[in-house]
């Protein structure tokens, strides 16, 4: 294993990904951020230094931050955000996981202006577990992008009688989009700058794409013209191969394909990426084709993958014909097959009924809520400290919260940290009933659960899916056996989700909305595990010297 060691600023620049300038937020002034790519079992270290004026953290999406929960760059939970000017050095190491994830801010919206990047594992087995090899391997980053700070939109979309959340103004993929600036007339724009992306791929072979949605708001509908691909990748999950023409992705989820570059008809093709806008209230995007991103793939010789350079004609492929329906809910992975067998524990120790609600088109509360809870961070005290803190000091009401296991109302306020904690080892279900008529792609943090059922109207029981609940009725044989654990699932708009996951990772977790304007309205809740663990913990130096700031200082940019 090896030691791998990166210094990033955080700063705040002026660009135009797609023509229109715009402030953002930027890795050692990179957008998107420097790849992260590392072996199982790799320590990484992360030394970042906030030379912006917004106060930051940095979020390894998916990663398990087994015994690093401290590293898990949640602000209110597991850390006090980076001041502007401070340091923080995140460290952990990669281990029993591989795959595709990411790394974005996590205060605020600040992936939205472009504080993320791409973190590539490599398993051991990566070469065995390949069913198709393949000969190159790419990270492919779909974002909706918007042309004002996320701020300002956030602002604007938390107060009273705002309708939804921001539409985007347009799409990147791999930070990179040309737009027409003669059609966004208002708008400070020059593309000459701004290019398509592509793609040079060897002809006649196979090759990986790795397709990450690092956006706040939008699913993205993703073909090759002409191709049709094999899945292989679910959120860090290797599948058996299985083929498709489309697929959809919602924001945080991850998927590999293998594009094979077998077609004779042409030398260059369209990789399309749509914004599902129709999932949208009001759809309403600004100028013609703002809702589509596309890449150019070239077809290159054996020998010269170099990027092309001056592309002189745009492919002249057709895009797979219209008519499949597009919903606005997850791909159907129930036929995905897990390349290796992991089915979850048979019944689970406990199951916890959430409804989430965002009172869409009545923000009267302008929050979004888990139950009767909706999430305020506590920026100089994160859940984390408060927990240890209070379970070394012997504070009586934290020693008694050593017997709760369930949901925490003694040691959290509800209303604004909703904590569900379990003491040892324990089997946990989540069915989540989402009241709004909008989806929510939820995820888990420092998990991958095993996704039991989603769907719409009511949850239809544990009988109903064939499943077992605490030693009631049968379990049907082989219903767990092809369930793929993932770490990001969609409630769809009046829908359900149920989830399954060991509780076995000592630390305080999250579970939200990766929607980005959702999470911020508050539709996150909090997992405790291990509390038997938590209690010999002690809050590390580094990770307690982040509270110090000033309050104005934490909050800058929240
Ligand atoms: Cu990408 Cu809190 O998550």
Redesign the pocket.
């Known amino acids: 294993p090896k030691v791998r060691e990166y210094k990033w600023s955080i700063v705040n620049r002026v660009g135009n990904p797609d023509g229109v300038y715009r402030h953002m937020l930027m890795i050692n002034g990179q957008f998107p951020g420097p790849l992260i790519e590392a072996n199982e079992g790799d320590t990484l270290i992360m030394e970042v230094e906030n030379q912006s004026e917004n106060a930051t953290s940095i979020?390894f999406?998916?990663i398990y931050q087994n015994g690093t929960n401290w590293m898990d760059g949640?602000t209110g939970i597991t850390q006090c955000p980076i001041a502007p000017g401070r340091k923080f050095r995140y460290q952990f190491t990669v281990n029993g996981q591989s795959g595709t994830y990411?790394y974005?801010g996590?205060v605020a919206v600040q992936a939205g202006d472009g504080l993320y990047g791409p973190l590539v594992i490599h398993s051991k087995d990566e070469k065995k577990l390949q069913q198709i090899p393949y000969v190159s391997d790419r990270v492919v980053m779909l974002q909706d992008w918007y042309h004002d700070l996320s701020s300002g939109l956030l602002k604007s979309t938390l107060e009273p009688g705002s309708e939804s959340s921001p539409i985007p103004d347009g799409a990147l993929m791999n930070g990179m989009n040309q737009r027409d600036c003669s059609k966004l007339g208002h708008r400070m724009c020059d593309n000459s700058t701004a290019t398509l992306p592509s793609l040079a791929l060897t002809a006649n072979a196979n090759h990986r794409l790795r397709f990450i949605n690092t956006g706040a708001f939008a699913w993205f509908q993703v073909e090759v013209d002409e191709h049709s691909f094999a899945v292989t990748e679910v959120d860090g999950t290797d599948i058996v191969p299985t083929y498709d023409t489309r697929m959809m992705i919602s924001p945080?989820q991850r998927y590999s394909i293998i594009l094979n570059t077998n077609l004779t008809n042409a030398n260059s093709f369209w990789l399309r990426a749509r914004m599902v806008a129709h999932c949208w209230k009001e759809p309403n995007l600004p100028g013609p084709g703002a809702d589509e991103i596309k890449a150019i793939i070239n077809y290159v010789p054996s020998g010269k993958t170099k990027k092309t350079k001056g592309l002189t004609s745009q492919p002249s492929s057709r895009s797979w014909s219209k008519g499949m329906e597009v919903q606005c809910r997850d791909m159907n992975t129930t036929f995905y097959v897990p390349a290796v067998f992991d089915p979850p524990p048979p019944t689970a120790d406990h199951s916890y009924y959430l409804r989430s609600n965002l009172e869409i088109g009545d923000w009267r509360l302008e929050r979004g809520f888990f139950n009767q809870s909706t999430f305020r961070p506590n920026l100089q005290r994160p859940t984390l400290h408060r927990t240890i803190e209070g379970l070394s000091s012997h504070n009586e009401t934290f020693n008694s919260m050593r017997n709760i296991d369930g949901v925490n109302e003694v040691c959290y306020d509800k209303k604004h940290d909703f904590v569900i904690q379990h003491s040892g080892v324990k089997v946990v279900d989540i069915i989540i009933q989402n009241f709004d008529e909008g989806n929510h792609p939820m995820?888990l943090?420092g998990h991958k659960f095993w996704v039991l059922g989603q769907g719409h109207g009511p949850f239809p029981g544990y009988k109903a899916l064939g499943l077992k609940e605490h030693g009631q009725g049968m379990l049907e044989e082989g219903v767990l056996d092809n369930l793929i654990r993932r770490d990001v699932a969609t409630a769809e708009g009046f829908g359900w989700l149920a989830l399954r996951f060991i509780a076995d990772n000592p630390g305080v977790w999250?579970l939200?909305c990766?929607m980005a304007w959702h999470?911020e309205a508050g539709l996150v809740m909090q997992f405790v595990d291990r509390v038997d663990t938590l209690a010999t913990w002690e809050i590390p130096e580094a990770n307690r010297r982040l509270c110090e700031a000033p309050i104005s200082e934490l909050k800058k940019g929240a």
């Open positions: 979020h999406h998916g949640t990411y974005h996590h945080a995820h943090h999250a939200h990766h999470s």
